[in-house]
């Protein structure tokens, strides 16, 4: 039978500690603290954990990292992996979350963000979503210039048929994310970009033009990825990959696809309740629509702006983003446009505008919307769903009860068929605006319909 290999003291973190002047446990308390602020809450570790250290356990992802950073704050100096005498090539924390100079850092960022995910890595699902992050992105992407050359000098030939796999995936994928959910599908994708595009940026050899196409290609993908940790409510996780997405999108130099993802990001912070934020990236989604020509864009930006209006309780403000968005929508020309924008159609952008008039308390104008979004494309399930719960808020607050909880159920059944985290939230917000009426008959009948989704 192999004896265990006995692990040697930590005399370097040992050191470290005694120079630090932490006790076992102030330093572990430390580490708890600090872990919450950067992202990572609800780590439990004590004065034991930090002695199983010294006595040479190594730490898991992201505790080394945290370590560096509280050693280096408490001693005034930079502090390496090495000086805490755990291994190097430790993932740094903030991985993702910066928008690179250089094209170079840039793919090294991505696919190690690639790698981190496929390997379940506890920081990046845990990770909270970082306002400061998703500026500095908006900025940079505003402000770099366009690359050099972006021929790739590797040993693999890459061509159009590659990139034409990518984009193929990413289209097979959108599909099944909007039929059943992002909890469906996304672990598949984020192996894809691992195992095949990956190798593509690393060690493709390729010319400009062709470096350009997969750049686009994999920044749609990435993109996808991001959004569908978006739906699972990964918020940080899906910031990091929005982040990255719009650095490929730099890279092949390509507006319309960097707007599309500016105005991503906005959505994400619609969402989380961040409105002022969402206000400055769907703005930035516009100066990349205009820069692209691209009305379609230019609506989806402007629509954006408006339900952060919305959000921030300005109705006035609200309603001059949404008249500049219906302008741009009827200037549009979608046989000039992108193939991926053609979900936003008349439809989309009623769902849009309801979600404004929901927000500001409008029933009547959310109601209207509601319904005609609901003349919708039947493959976005996830978005009928959603559309279904506006109606059905909407009507709530013109005081339609029983026409209301139909709506509602229709929203129910169809939640009890995606693995989508937002649209469990949506359910739970329809639950709690129902609740005030739980006495009258159309609101019980909905609960005995719906009893199997109260887990839900």
Same mark, same amino acid.
């Given at each position: 039978?192999?004896?265990?290999?006995?692990?040697?003291?930590?005399?370097?973190?040992?050191?470290?500690?005694?120079?630090?002047?932490?006790?076992?446990?102030?330093?572990?308390?430390?580490?708890?603290?600090?872990?919450?602020?950067?992202?990572?809450?609800?780590?439990?570790?004590?004065?034991?954990?930090?002695?199983?250290?010294?006595?040479?356990?190594?730490?898991?992802?992201?505790?080394?990292?945290?370590?560096?950073?509280?050693?280096?704050?408490?001693?005034?100096?930079?502090?390496?992996?090495?000086?805490?005498?755990?291994?190097?090539?430790?993932?740094?924390?903030?991985?993702?979350?910066?928008?690179?100079?250089?094209?170079?850092?840039?793919?090294?960022?991505?696919?190690?963000?690639?790698?981190?995910?496929?390997?379940?890595?506890?920081?990046?699902?845990?990770?909270?979503?970082?306002?400061?992050?998703?500026?500095?992105?908006?900025?940079?992407?505003?402000?770099?210039?366009?690359?050099?050359?972006?021929?790739?000098?590797?040993?693999?030939?890459?061509?159009?048929?590659?990139?034409?796999?990518?984009?193929?995936?990413?289209?097979?994928?959108?599909?099944?994310?909007?039929?059943?959910?992002?909890?469906?599908?996304?672990?598949?994708?984020?192996?894809?970009?691992?195992?095949?595009?990956?190798?593509?940026?690393?060690?493709?050899?390729?010319?400009?033009?062709?470096?350009?196409?997969?750049?686009?290609?994999?920044?749609?993908?990435?993109?996808?990825?991001?959004?569908?940790?978006?739906?699972?409510?990964?918020?940080?996780?899906?910031?990091?990959?929005?982040?990255?997405?719009?650095?490929?999108?730099?890279?092949?130099?390509?507006?319309?696809?960097?707007?599309?993802?500016?105005?991503?990001?906005?959505?994400?912070?619609?969402?989380?309740?961040?409105?002022?934020?969402?206000?400055?990236?769907?703005?930035?989604?516009?100066?990349?629509?205009?820069?692209?020509?691209?009305?379609?864009?230019?609506?989806?930006?402007?629509?954006?702006?408006?339900? *952060?209006? &919305?959000?921030? %309780? +300005? /109705?006035? =403000?609200?309603?001059?983003? #949404?008249?500049? !968005?219906?302008?741009?929508?009827?200037?549009?020309?979608?046989?000039?446009?992108?193939?991926?924008?053609?979900?936003?159609?008349?439809?989309?952008?009623?769902?849009?505008?309801?979600?404004?008039?929901?927000?500001?308390?409008?029933?009547?104008?959310?109601?209207?919307?509601?319904?005609?979004?609901?003349?919708?494309?039947?493959?976005?399930?996830?978005?009928?769903?959603?559309?279904?719960?506006?109606?059905?808020?909407?009507?709530?607050?013109?005081?339609?009860?029983?026409? *209301?909880? &139909?709506?509602? %159920? +229709? /929203?129910? =059944?169809?939640?009890?068929? #995606?693995?989508? !985290?937002?649209?469990?939230?949506?359910?739970?917000?329809?639950?709690?605006?129902?609740?005030?009426?739980?006495?009258?008959?159309?609101?019980?009948?909905?609960?005995?319909?719906?009893?199997?989704?109260?887990?839900?």
């Amino acid at each position: 039978m192999r004896r265990a290999m006995k692990r040697e003291p930590n005399a370097l973190l040992r050191q470290l500690i005694a120079e630090a002047g932490f006790s076992h446990k102030g330093l572990a308390r430390c580490l708890n603290d600090w872990g919450a602020t950067r992202g990572t809450p609800g780590l439990k570790y004590d004065h034991s954990s930090v002695l199983r250290w010294i006595g040479g356990q190594r730490p898991r992802d992201p505790v080394p990292g945290l370590l560096t950073e509280i050693f280096a704050m408490r001693l005034g100096r930079p502090v390496t992996a090495e000086d805490l005498g755990m291994p190097a090539g430790l993932t740094p924390l903030a991985l993702g979350q910066e928008f690179t100079h250089t094209w170079q850092e840039g793919i090294a960022t991505v696919t190690a963000l690639w790698r981190a995910d496929v390997e379940r890595r506890r920081f990046l699902i845990d990770s909270t979503f970082a306002i400061g992050a998703g500026s500095v992105g908006a900025v940079r992407w505003l402000t770099s210039p366009s690359e050099g050359h972006l021929g790739g000098t590797g040993s693999r030939r890459v061509g159009r048929a590659d990139v034409a796999a990518i984009r193929e995936v990413t289209r097979s994928f959108g599909e099944l994310d909007n039929r059943f959910g992002s909890g469906r599908v996304r672990s598949s994708v984020v192996r894809y970009l691992d195992t095949a595009v990956s190798p593509l940026l690393k060690d493709g050899l390729y010319d400009d033009d062709t470096g350009r196409q997969l750049a686009a290609a994999a920044a749609e993908l990435t993109r996808l990825a991001g959004w569908m940790a978006y739906d699972m409510e990964q918020h940080g996780l899906a910031q990091r990959y929005l982040i990255q997405a719009l650095r490929l999108a730099r890279g092949a130099d390509d507006h319309t696809l960097g707007g599309e993802i500016l105005a991503g990001m906005a959505h994400q912070a619609i969402y989380m309740g961040q409105s002022a934020h969402a206000l400055d990236l769907a703005r930035a989604a516009q100066q990349s629509a205009r820069r692209a020509g691209v009305h379609t864009l230019l609506a989806s930006a402007q629509v954006l702006e408006a339900h *952060a209006h &919305a959000g921030l %309780g +300005d /109705a006035r =403000a609200c309603g001059v983003s #949404l008249h500049a !968005a219906e302008q741009a929508f009827d200037a549009r020309r979608p046989s000039d446009e992108p193939a991926w924008l053609s979900y936003f159609d008349e439809a989309y952008l009623s769902a849009k505008f309801a979600h404004c008039f929901r927000d500001l308390g409008e029933g009547e104008r959310a109601v209207r919307q509601a319904r005609r979004s609901l003349d919708m494309d039947g493959r976005y399930v996830r978005g009928r769903m959603f559309n279904l719960s506006l109606l059905a808020a909407g009507l709530m607050q013109c005081g339609e009860l029983e026409e *209301a909880c &139909a709506a509602a %159920g +229709d /929203a129910f =059944a169809l939640a009890g068929e #995606l693995q989508s !985290a937002r649209s469990r939230s949506y359910v739970a917000d329809l639950r709690r605006r129902l609740e005030p009426y739980r006495s009258e008959r159309p609101v019980q009948l909905l609960r005995e319909r719906t009893r199997e989704l109260t887990a839900v």
